[in-house]
């Protein structure tokens, strides 16, 4: 989505900015969508007048809470923008851009004494630079502002350094990020993910078109991350509209084992979200087909969720020949470690599928196997909750809540994650519901999903 773009601009406050924002979306929702959006419209679309649309624009005024900013980003198929930037315009409003300037002038004079030139000097360009940075780095908190990363990116620039990195450098950064989100709290890997995309969107507005379809890549693989990130954290809504870029991001690369690992990915995370189940099948099946007998991590991804789909509809017969298959594909092709997948997912797999048929023995084989290879904490989690799946499967129902209830308050709040709590839920699921009430483990099994999670 674009930023505000005239070069003449220079924005007194963040209400302005935001404000600024919002017009040059409704100017260029024609090029984009295929039709006008004029400010009447805009107004019959929010539940606003025209005169108000008018005065948010301006930044005379800003929308009055977060779900007016939400409807606001629907209309003009912002893509999540405007949400991603009203916690930062809430905390700055009208301050004087001005101020934040020489507040940042502060923090950096210790550089600018000492080091070869000024980090920030008069140019209404760097600090637009800066804000936009700022804005697009900003979630609740402020991981860009917080960590200092805004002045060691001008740091590096009066070094002479790249405003960007090379596909190398962004493999590299894509690598850490995959890291982190396997083996840090999902918040915590959100922040430093972020700090990341605003980079990436910056280098990508001044890239030459050689450079486009490798930037592309990149983009596609970091929104599949966020997409993954805001599922484990349970923003459903915002995480489908990462999914949607990050295919639109595979798409332009035209890179195949992007494109399906995309969408392979997002068939799994599928699972774990209020998506149906047919709805998840498609996914994989369509990524399967995209894949045209290419043997990659995506297709490895896509196989898995038809399995764990195709288990939880019931449809048992089915799902173990898609886990045969998964097996089979393994064996006969490395996995690509860059995209983690890694050899314990095939036995989790395994696991998920024979846990929800009650095959008990063949279950506890998979999960053995797939906690022997030293999984990270949300495979380990979970298949402790297929063990309760298969528990309750088999007729075990009140063991089954028992176990949910002592895995789940063994695991510190920050790691659980909306997909371990939606696999939890899953082993109610398994008890029919005129058992449910006699269960003497319910209330503690309900107050254990009720604890704070990662969110």
């Known amino acids: ?21 919002i017009r040059d979306l409704r100017d260029s929702y024609e090029s984009r969508v295929g039709e006008p959006l004029t400010m009447s419209h805009l107004a019959a679309r929010t ?14 005024t800003l929308p009055e809470s977060g779900t007016r900013v939400r409807t606001l980003d629907n209309a003009l198929r912002a893509e999540g923008q405007l949400i991603l930037l009203w916690p930062v315009v809430q905390r700055l409003g009208n301050h004087p851009i001005n101020d934040l300037a020489a507040a940042t002038n502060r923090i950096t004079r210790g550089y600018r004494e000492n ?30 502002f917080s ?6 990116q001008l740091l590096e620039r009066s070094f002479g350094g790249p405003d960007g990195g090379t596909e190398d450098q962004w493999e590299a950064i894509c690598a850490d990020h995959m890291h982190a989100l396997v083996n840090r709290p999902p918040t915590e890997a959100l922040d430093g993910l972020m700090v990341d995309l605003a980079l990436l969107y910056q280098q990508m507005s001044v890239a030459p078109p050689e450079q486009s379809a490798r930037l592309q890549r990149i983009a596609a693989w970091m929104a599949t991350m966020h997409a993954n990130l805001l599922t484990r954290l349970g923003v459903y809504g915002e995480a489908g509209r990462w999914w949607r870029t990050a295919r639109q991001a595979a ?4 890179d195949v084992d992007m494109q399906v690992w995309v969408r392979g990915t997002e068939a799994v995370f599928g699972l774990y979200s209020p998506r149906s189940l047919e709805t998840v099948l498609t996914l994989a099946r369509d990524a399967q087909t995209l894949a045209a007998g290419r043997v990659a991590a995506g297709l490895f991804q896509a196989v898995s969720a038809e399995a764990q789909t195709l288990a939880v509809m019931g449809r048992h017969q089915e799902a173990r020949e898609s886990v045969q298959r998964l097996h089979d594909l393994v064996e006969r092709s490395t996995p690509d470690r860059r995209f983690n997948w890694t050899s314990d997912q095939v036995f989790f797999v395994s696991s998920w599928v024979h846990s929800f048929e009650g095959a008990t023995e063949a279950a506890r084989e998979a999960r053995d196997s797939t906690l022997a290879q030293s999984p990270c904490y949300q495979n380990a989690t979970n298949v402790r909750l297929h063990e309760a799946i298969s528990l309750s499967s088999s007729g075990g129902h009140n063991e089954a809540l028992q176990l949910v209830t002592k895995v789940l308050s063994e695991l510190d709040p920050a790691y659980r994650s909306r997909m371990i709590t939606h696999t939890a839920r899953r082993v ?17 099994y309900r107050a254990a999903l009720s604890a704070p999670t990662s969110t």
């Open 1 to 21: 989505m674009p930023a505000p773009r005239k070069s003449s601009d220079r924005y007194r406050s963040m209400a302005h900015y935001f404000g600024a924002l």
């Open 47 to 60: 539940g606003y007048s025209a005169s108000m649309i008018g005065q948010i624009e301006r930044g005379e």
């Open 115 to 144: 080091g070869p030139c000024a980090l920030i000097g008069g140019d209404d360009m760097e600090r637009r630079y800066l804000l936009q940075l700022a804005g697009l780095g900003m979630l609740a908190q402020s991981p860009i």
């Open 428 to 444: 109610l699921d398994a008890v029919p519901s005129d058992q449910r009430a006699a269960l003497p483990a319910l209330p503690d």
């Open 147 to 152: 960590t200092g990363e805004h002045i060691r």
């Open 251 to 254: 798409d332009a690369s035209q």
